[in-house]
């Protein structure tokens, strides 16, 4: 390889590096050339790109790249894999490097980057116990819906206990069958059963003491017009006398006549 050569994979490990979401360096060696095929498609699944550089060019790279943690890692043979943002699924490319490892004893973690953030081996093995992108943004998709059904459920529980408890209220007779079924039919919030069954008890309180009212007027009526007509019995009565004594009195009496 040439200089020129050797400059263009330089600039070419720099931006993938520099376009990658997460970098991934592990240890190749004993791998034979038909397995790093096969682990090739499984990371081209997973949206990764498998790539062998000398550690010399990659040094170049990772300076070029400002990626100074991927130089720590760089002892020893050297293997890296790219995940881009846009096609790439990090969990799925550590699931498929720790899959492979465990069936071949082979690739060991060397450590990487993520978001600009170095990562060490144990880092690596714990993101491949994570959930793939789809199924993770399914399960934060139901997390926040969740709290939505809930209070779905709960208004439309909410709207059948207070038809049910104005339907009893209208059955005790505290208020109109008719009002009850229109207050139930209103939307939630705008009747309260408390302060109906409040409204009803006044209400009847005070039919109670109009006609407590009516009643105490009808007994006073018929206490006044008792002596009024005692008293015009009396006065028939003496009207009545008068006369009988002025007879008397005009008429003479035995010994004038004689």
């Given at each position: ?210 006609r407590s009212a009516e009643d105490e007027e009808t007994e006073s009526s018929s206490e006044e017009s008792a002596p009024a007509g005692a008293e015009a019995a009396g006065e028939e009565t003496e009207q009545t006398e008068a006369p009988t ?14």
């Amino acid at each position: 390889m040439n200089r020129e050569q050797k400059t263009a994979v330089v600039a070419e490990v720099a931006a993938q590096i520099q376009a990658s979401e997460a970098v991934f360096a592990v240890d190749y060696r004993g791998i034979s050339v038909p397995q790093a095929a096969a682990l090739r498609e499984r990371l081209n699944e997973a949206g990764a790109r498998f790539r062998v550089v000398k550690n010399t060019l990659t040094l170049r790279a990772a300076d070029k790249a400002g990626a100074d943690s991927l130089k720590e890692v760089l002892e020893g043979p050297t293997a890296f894999t790219f995940v881009p943002p846009e096609e790439g699924d990090v969990a799925l490319a550590a699931k498929a490097l720790a899959q492979f490892s465990r069936e071949h004893n082979l690739l060991e973690f060397k450590g990487g980057v993520m978001n600009g953030d170095p990562l060490t081996a144990e880092q690596i093995a714990a993101i491949a116990q994570l959930p793939a992108k789809d199924l993770l943004y399914g399960q934060v998709v139901g997390m926040i819906a969740s709290p939505i059904t809930g209070l779905v459920r709960g208004l439309n529980a909410l709207i059948a206990g207070l038809a049910i408890q104005l339907k009893q209220i209208a059955d005790e007779g505290m208020v109109p069958r008719g009002e009850a079924q229109a207050a139930a039919a209103e939307a939630p919030g705008e009747a309260d059963p408390a302060e109906a069954d409040q409204a009803a008890q006044s209400e009847q309180a005070e039919e109670e003491a109009a006609r407590s009212a009516e009643d105490e007027e009808t007994e006073s009526s018929s206490e006044e017009s008792a002596p009024a007509g005692a008293e015009a019995a009396g006065e028939e009565t003496e009207q009545t006398e008068a006369p009988t004594e002025g007879e008397d009195t005009d008429t003479p009496s035995q010994g004038e006549n004689e």
